[in-house]
């Protein structure tokens, strides 16, 4: 996974960075066209398309003997017990192409919620570093000894904090101008590790976590390379706020206009790429 992640991360970010400057529901669309396409591709590929067409048909049938016979109850009760059979059958027949899609719409969905689902920090913005250390590498009592390495830019307005309980230092950060950081953590004398922290107005992919190589930890965060296998440290949090993506004035997750918008797409495209949905 974490070689998936490696791949994807310079694709994402090519692909989005002339969007950057402008506001998220832009690259959004641009992200949305493609996602539609590869989905109707997809599922054109993979699903009985003669027999999909067959069972709307069926649908539609139903349908229109409900309307022809409004006045016999047998009759309707008969056509909803048959446009329901075949609407458990369209269920079927998509279940193999979601499968197929389900998979890539996840890896896409992890890598794009890095770009759209936070904030950059700001000048003068505080933030929480929280270290969390693998509770078998503390020994009970004893307080690690941790070198903190902060570039310019970046100051630390407390000591480190140790929570024994939660295995866990923390630090207030304050960003001091923009930019691209990457701060240095040791603990007890061993290398430093180190942790990505952007200051800007501009939509980039930004890492909240940076978590060990273990394979549903890369799933969920692939922002970021993982740390270390032999580290005593086993995740690095920096507090982001989420982004809301503003729609018609309305402030919302990014996915709703993703999604929305996929769909949308989809459908207006079914017809020039010869798809039955």
Same mark, same amino acid.
């Given at each position: ?24 529901? $832009? ?54 017990? =048959? ?16 499968? +197929? ?60 904090? +140790? ?10 950060? $304050? ?7 990457? /701060? ?14 952007? $200051? ?23 922002? =970021? ?19 809301? /993506? ?32």
């Amino acid at each position: 996974m974490s070689f998936v992640n490696a791949v994807l991360r310079p694709v994402f970010d090519l692909l989005l960075a002339p969007f950057a400057g402008l506001p998220p529901i $832009v690259s959004l669309v641009v992200v949305s066209l493609p996602t539609a396409i590869l989905m109707l591709v997809v599922f054109k590929r993979t699903s009985d398309q003669a027999a999909l067409a067959a069972v709307k048909r069926n649908i539609h049938a139903g349908l229109f003997e409900i309307r022809l016979f409004s006045d016999d109850l047998r009759a309707i009760f008969r056509a909803q017990g =048959e446009i329901l059979r075949h609407n458990l059958t369209y269920l079927r027949l998509s279940l193999v192409p979601m499968v +197929w899609i389900l998979p890539p719409m996840v890896l896409l969905i992890a890598q794009l919620q890095f770009h759209y689902g936070y904030e950059g920090l700001r000048p003068a913005e505080v933030t929480l570093l929280e270290v969390d250390l693998r509770p078998e590498t503390v020994t009970a009592g004893e307080r690690p000894r941790v070198v903190l390495d902060l570039p310019p830019g970046l100051g630390a307005q407390t000591e480190d904090v +140790w929570l024994p309980a939660e295995s866990q230092l923390a630090w207030r950060l $304050v960003a001091e101008q923009e930019g691209d950081f990457e /701060i240095g953590i040791s603990i007890d004398g061993a290398p430093p590790v180190t942790k990505t922290l952007r $200051v800007t107005k501009s939509v980039v992919r930004l890492s909240p976590v940076r978590v060990d190589p273990g394979f549903f930890p890369q799933l969920i965060y692939p922002a =970021e390379p993982p740390l270390p296998r032999d580290s005593s440290i086993r995740e690095i949090h920096v507090s982001y706020a989420d982004r809301e /993506i503003s729609v018609l004035g309305f402030g919302m997750h990014w996915l709703i206009p993703f999604f929305a918008l996929s769909i949308a797409f989809a459908f207006a495209l079914k017809g020039k790429f010869g798809v039955t949905l």
